[in-house]
């Protein structure tokens, strides 16, 4: 073959071939997708436990609170009589996993007018003419310490968007519940649409095959394996953020759209699992089940929103639980 390449010129080499030799150096097309998305860059901590809300739905009911707040309790199983329309086992009972989320009631302490200018919203005095306020939130407080689910009895303050109606008739509204308490109801009810809004379970310093899921390399590396085999070419003189690089994993806000909201209950009996939930106790005030997981570990603060991308419309009146599991989630009574 050597003496074959010197004498026919490179260009006429493929003639020089029959056509089975011609099939064999025949190569695939190269195809390797990156690894991770890039959605989420940068992947640093975030910057509170208090998840923040940048966008609010539109509403044109009467004026409501459009959030609410609690904590992440663990999972569970239901069966249900299946709401989805389109779905194998419409109207057939299914067993699906769901979140119990434990949500006290919030406290109203102020009320907080926004007005629109070149540069997006800005807060303004109370004492400032209304007319120009443009959106109404409430500033509220969770209460801790009236469950024992969590070992922090500090409320975490928020804002909470009023939703709904006139802004003459939202101001009045959010105005009227200074000082008062207020309940996941006047916030949501049994089959509407949600947006779970969390901070995912932080998992501290990871290398670049953990947080990146790159491939390993081969067991014949001169160095290590759990690394990556290049961190770019020589020009452009400086490592591109798209390269695979160990960091932060986990800790980062996240978003779970178009969350079915099963039930609301009043009697933590009907939830509580023998020993009650792994990592979280017993649930002691009211409490929703949502379909589905939820962002974050157990203890965790979620925000609840009406969905803002919810577009498929299906209104249930009121899903149909069957069955709830009050099974042990870590063995005991067996």
């Given at each position: 073959?050597?003496?074959?390449?010197?004498?026919?010129?490179?260009?006429?080499?493929?003639?020089?071939?029959?056509?089975?030799?011609?099939?064999?150096?025949?190569?695939?097309?190269?195809?390797?997708?990156?690894?991770?998305?890039?959605?989420?860059?940068?992947?640093?901590?975030?910057?509170?436990?208090?998840?923040?809300?940048?966008?609010?739905?539109?509403?044109?009911?009467?004026?409501?609170?459009?959030?609410?707040?609690?904590?992440?309790?663990?999972?569970?199983?239901?069966?249900?009589?299946?709401?989805?329309?389109?779905?194998?086992?419409?109207?057939?009972?299914?067993?699906?996993?769901?979140?119990?989320?434990?949500?006290?009631?919030?406290?109203?302490?102020?009320?907080?007018?926004?007005?629109?200018?070149?540069?997006?919203?800005?807060?303004?005095?109370?004492?400032?003419?209304?007319?120009?306020?443009?959106?109404?939130?409430?500033?509220?407080?969770?209460?801790?310490?009236?469950?024992?689910?969590?070992?922090?009895?500090?409320?975490?303050?928020?804002?909470?968007?009023?939703?709904?109606?006139?802004?003459?008739?939202?101001?009045?509204?959010?105005?009227?519940?200074?000082?008062?308490?207020?309940?996941?109801?006047?916030?949501?009810?049994?089959?509407?649409?949600?947006?779970?809004?969390?901070?995912?379970?932080?998992?501290?310093?990871?290398?670049?095959?953990?947080?990146?899921?790159?491939?390993?390399?081969?067991?014949?590396?001169?160095?290590?394996?759990?690394?990556?085999?290049?961190?770019?070419?020589?020009?452009?003189?400086?490592?591109?953020?798209?390269?695979?690089?160990?960091?932060?994993?986990?800790?980062?806000?996240?978003?779970?759209?178009?969350?079915?909201?099963?039930?609301?209950?009043?009697?933590?009996?009907?939830?509580?699992?023998?020993?009650?939930?792994?990592?979280?106790?017993?649930?002691?005030?009211?409490?929703?089940?949502?379909?589905?997981?939820?962002?974050?570990?157990?203890?965790?603060?979620?925000?609840?929103?009406?969905?803002?991308?919810?577009?498929?419309?299906?209104?249930?009146?009121?899903?149909?639980?069957?069955?709830?599991?009050?099974?042990?989630?870590q063995g005991v009574g067996r």
């Open positions: 073959m050597h003496g074959l390449c010197e004498s026919i010129p490179f260009a006429h080499y493929g003639r020089a071939l029959n056509e089975t030799q011609q099939g064999e150096i025949k190569m695939a097309a190269p195809h390797h997708p990156r690894r991770g998305s890039m959605g989420y860059s940068p992947r640093k901590r975030a910057r509170s436990g208090i998840p923040h809300v940048k966008a609010w739905a539109e509403d044109g009911s009467n004026p409501k609170l459009q959030g609410f707040a609690g904590y992440k309790v663990g999972m569970t199983h239901v069966l249900l009589v299946d709401y989805r329309p389109t779905s194998t086992t419409s109207g057939q009972e299914v067993m699906v996993p769901v979140t119990v989320i434990e949500t006290p009631p919030m406290r109203v302490v102020g009320v907080r007018y926004y007005v629109s200018t070149p540069y997006g919203l800005r807060a303004v005095s109370n004492d400032a003419d209304k007319s120009d306020v443009c959106d109404v939130r409430v500033v509220a407080q969770t209460q801790p310490s009236l469950i024992t689910g969590i070992p922090t009895k500090r409320p975490e303050t928020m804002e909470i968007r009023v939703g709904g109606g006139e802004i003459e008739d939202r101001i009045t509204y959010a105005e009227s519940l200074v000082g008062k308490e207020v309940t996941i109801k006047d916030c949501a009810r049994d089959g509407q649409m949600l947006d779970m809004i969390g901070v995912t379970k932080g998992k501290g310093y990871q290398g670049q095959i953990k947080r990146w899921h790159v491939k390993l390399l081969s067991h014949k590396n001169s160095k290590h394996r759990r690394m990556i085999g290049t961190q770019g070419p020589k020009n452009p003189s400086f490592i591109r953020s798209t390269v695979p690089q160990a960091g932060q994993m986990g800790y980062h806000q996240r978003t779970e759209y178009n969350k079915r909201l099963l039930f609301i209950g009043d009697k933590p009996e009907e939830i509580n699992p023998a020993g009650g939930f792994v990592g979280y106790g017993l649930v002691r005030s009211s409490y929703v089940i949502i379909h589905g997981s939820v962002p974050g570990p157990a203890k965790r603060l979620i925000r609840m929103r009406d969905s803002v991308r919810y577009l498929a419309k299906v209104e249930v009146e009121k899903p149909v639980l069957a069955y709830v599991s009050l099974a042990s989630k």
